[in-house]
């Protein structure tokens, strides 16, 4: 095998590196069959990769073996706010011909990187095992997945005794409080180890207020016994920020943005009937695909969506230095 | 809904627990034969359960023990030791120890967490990884007998105490290649005079030292080590300790030809297993020591909070 030479990441790149990019999307939607397949064409996927490429504080390297582009990686800080002294790679901010060599590209990259202070580095990765491993042994750990699943066309909801489902009012939103911050309640224990802070309850009846007012999700609160205990919320799925571009399935997708049950009501099968609720209310909206995310860490959630359906189509991979 | 009831550690599991890792280095024994036999298990729980700081969970189907370790007053990480942990059935069990045991260490302030695991047991591996942890250093271990010359363009003889001070600069120049990407370590350097201080304070018994020399100076290094037996170290073993090749010459052979002489030299002088270990965000390392047959026993996994 001929010598990798390391350069940074720069314009004349794109032509070579769209290439690749669409060559991985292929080897990613075999794996995934909801992705689209018009990002197997060059010229399709450059646009994706330029305009990434222009985003602010981007920077990378690319990878070349006997003279010819055989792989890239590039990333950006996100809002430190949110997501600490970061930078993150999007799914088409890396593509590599050898798994391997994709050591070397973050190698190359994360010096500068770490030189600028950004010492949190998230990576969005298709579930190649090889390149997984290869990110894996660069010191990055799994902290989410994406699932990707079919809407079926009839779905049966099964409600447990003493159980409903209901639209949410403004008028009860008091009795929302506990269920809109049951999940940042779990994400902060351990082992999640969420930094995000806690909501307090007025931004969490501000937040209820506002969403009831937009109209724009399909909330489905699960009632136990008269008691609001779980919400799931369904988005057309231009609200998310990950499932755009290569990760956006080729048909009408929808996304399930927001799942929560309160502690004592888990495990009742009030979960499923919620899901199922949401999978015929799609169907009856007429879409093909539903998409959703998780924390990895979070051991309800990663035992829950796959059962689902849900395939982790996409991982988000996260290494914090030291 | 709690799939695993875990409870703190306790004395009164050390049993238990031994049983459990009994079974677990049995299985790992089938994949990895080099691996000794572990005639005392409940002492090597113990080990880590007596361990200064020391505390964990134990449930019915498994345990996870894990203690404060600091290197050269560099920062705490909260480790896992090779006894640490064993699981029968389901490697998703380790999740929720992790989960149960975690969240005191994370309370006592200790948010860097990593964990010896054995590597055959890929799902368990893969349990691991969905806590967020990704591999940072791995153990390894290779027969010894069978190795031909390489020739690197480089002499090796038996090292000596008048080679101490290069190989001291050697050993501090492994250690520097180590801070920069994508590595990153954060082991403050010592230097040139604690590492020598080191070299000359160490017993000899111990240790067997190997130097490359090309064009009259000391380019590369190897230190042997009689490591104590323990569960992944075998009786009358030898450990690769310590390689260090001149940044200048990395490439060039000269750790090829030191790493088939010592080989060599190990089968010949009765030591019939040689151990070793290496960063894995040491890009170098971590492709030359399989390439030279070793065969990974455990890997160190790392996660840090936030």
């Given amino acids: 095998v001929s010598r990798l030479d390391l350069v940074p990441f720069a314009d004349e790149h794109l032509d070579a590196a769209a290439e690749l990019l669409a060559a991985r999307h292929a080897r990613h939607r075999a794996l995934e069959p909801l992705l689209d397949p018009r990002f197997e064409d060059p010229a399709e996927a450059r646009p994706r990769l330029e305009h990434l490429w222009r985003d602010d504080g981007m920077s990378g390297s690319a990878a070349f073996r006997a003279g010819r582009l055989v792989g890239y990686v590039i990333g950006a800080p996100q809002p430190r706010e949110i997501w600490g002294p970061n930078v993150w790679v999007e ?75 209901r639209k949410p009012e403004a008028a009860i939103v008091d009795e929302l409080i506990e269920v809109g911050g049951a999940l940042s309640q779990h994400q902060h224990a351990s082992p999640v180890f969420s930094s995000r802070p806690l909501p307090t309850e007025e931004e969490i009846r501000r937040e209820w207020l506002e969403t009831i007012d937009a109209g724009e999700e399909e909330l489905l609160l699960g009632f136990r016994d008269g008691q609001p205990v779980a919400c799931w919320s369904y988005v057309r799925v231009e609200r998310s920020r990950h499932f755009h571009g290569l990760e956006r399935p080729d048909r ?18 009030l979960g499923i009937a919620l899901t199922n609720a949401g999978l015929a209310w799609a169907a009856a ?26 395939r982790a189509s996409v991982l988000r991979l996260y290494r914090s230095i030291p | 809904v709690a799939r695993v009831e875990a409870v703190p550690f306790s004395d009164e599991h050390l049993d238990a627990a031994a049983a459990l890792l009994a079974a677990r280095h049995a299985r790992h024994r089938e994949a990895e034969p080099l691996l000794p036999e572990l005639a005392d298990p409940l002492s090597a729980v113990e080990r880590e359960w007596r361990e200064e700081g020391a505390s964990g969970v134990f449930a019915r189907t498994g345990y996870l023990i894990a203690s404060p370790q600091t290197i050269f007053d560099g920062p705490t990480w909260m480790r896992v030791g090779i006894a640490g942990h064993a699981a029968d059935g389901d490697p998703e069990t380790v999740r929720d120890l992790y989960a149960a045991a975690a969240k005191r260490w994370v309370d006592d302030g200790h948010t860097m967490h990593a964990a010896f695991v054995p590597s055959f047991d890929t799902e368990l591996l893969d349990a691991w990884f969905r806590l967020s942890f990704g591999a940072s250093a791995a153990l390894a271990t290779r027969e010894t007998a069978g190795e031909e010359p390489y020739d690197g363009g480089v002499a090796i003889r038996n090292g000596t105490r008048e080679d101490y001070a290069e190989t001291a600069r050697l050993e501090l120049e492994m250690s520097a290649s180590m801070q920069p990407s994508p590595s990153f370590s954060d082991v403050p350097l010592q230097t040139h005079d604690e590492v020598l201080a080191e070299w000359v304070e160490g017993d000899e018994d111990e240790y067997e030292l190997f130097v490359a020399e090309r064009g009259g100076r000391i380019v590369g290094h190897i230190l042997l080590y009689r490591r104590p037996p323990d569960l992944r170290v075998p009786e009358g073993s030898i450990d690769l300790a310590q390689a260090s090749t001149e940044p200048e010459a990395r490439g060039t052979g000269v750790g090829r030809a030191l790493t088939s002489h010592v080989i060599r030299w190990a ?13 894995m965000t040491n890009l170098r390392a971590s492709r030359f020591w399989p390439r030279r047959g070793f065969r990974t026993t455990f890997l160190r996994l790392y996660r840090s909070i936030p």
């Fill in chain 1, 91 to 165: 799914l088409p901010g890396h593509a590599v011909e050898v798994a391997e060599d994709a050591r070397d590209l973050y190698a190359h990259a994360a010096a500068r990187w770490v030189e600028e202070g950004n010492t949190r580095h998230y990576a969005l990765v298709p579930p190649e095992p090889a390149l997984v491993d290869a990110w894996f042994r660069l010191g990055f750990g799994q902290q989410q997945a994406h699932g990707f699943r079919e809407v079926p066309r009839e779905v049966e909801v099964q409600l447990p005794e003493g159980c409903e489902i």
């Fill in chain 1, 252 to 269: 009408r997708t929808c996304f399930l943005m927001f799942a929560v049950t309160l502690p004592w009501s888990r495990g009742t099968g």
């Fill in chain 1, 285 to 310: 909206e007429g879409y093909e695909a539903m998409v959703t995310d998780w924390r990895v860490t979070n051991l309800l959630a990663s035992r829950f969506w796959p059962r689902r359906g849900f």
């Fill in chain 2, 267 to 279: 089968d010949e002088h009765g030591y019939p297993v040689m151990t070793t270990d290496w960063r």
